[in-house]
């Protein structure tokens, strides 16, 4: 079994800056890419900022120069530090991880979702 677990997330002025933590644990051979979504109200989820195993980073254009994403493949974790924040950000913020088993099967994780709200 596999958890993937976030924390951080809140209520922020605008200007004002968060951090989001990603952790996953149980049966794992090896965490391929992992990334950060958010989904506003009746909107679709869409991708705000992604890294692969081997730290390369790609980047919503709408958050660009803000967050920053990054990992510590020792621990399992994601990271989505959050900067210069604007109500536009308000959302629920979700983690994505890409995870092969040991019978060496990659199959997607999905975080619980933090709201993340950005106050004007």
């Known amino acids: 079994q596999v958890q993937v677990v976030e924390s951080g997330g809140g209520l922020v002025q605008a200007g004002g800056s968060l951090r989001l933590s990603c952790a996953a644990s149980g049966s794992i051979f090896r965490i391929n890419a992992m990334g950060w979504y958010r989904q506003r109200p009746g909107k679709q989820r869409e991708l705000v900022a992604s890294i692969t195993s081997g730290g390369s980073t790609n980047y919503a254009d709408s958050v660009k120069g803000r967050f920053t994403i990054s990992r510590d493949n020792a621990k399992k974790t994601v990271y989505l530090q959050m900067n210069s924040l604007k109500p536009e950000d308000t959302s629920v913020y979700y983690c994505?991880?890409?995870?092969?088993?040991?019978?060496?099967?990659?199959?997607?994780?999905w975080g619980q979702g933090t709201q993340v709200t950005v106050s004007s």
């Open positions: 994505n991880v890409k995870i092969t088993n040991w019978a060496r099967v990659e199959n997607d994780y």
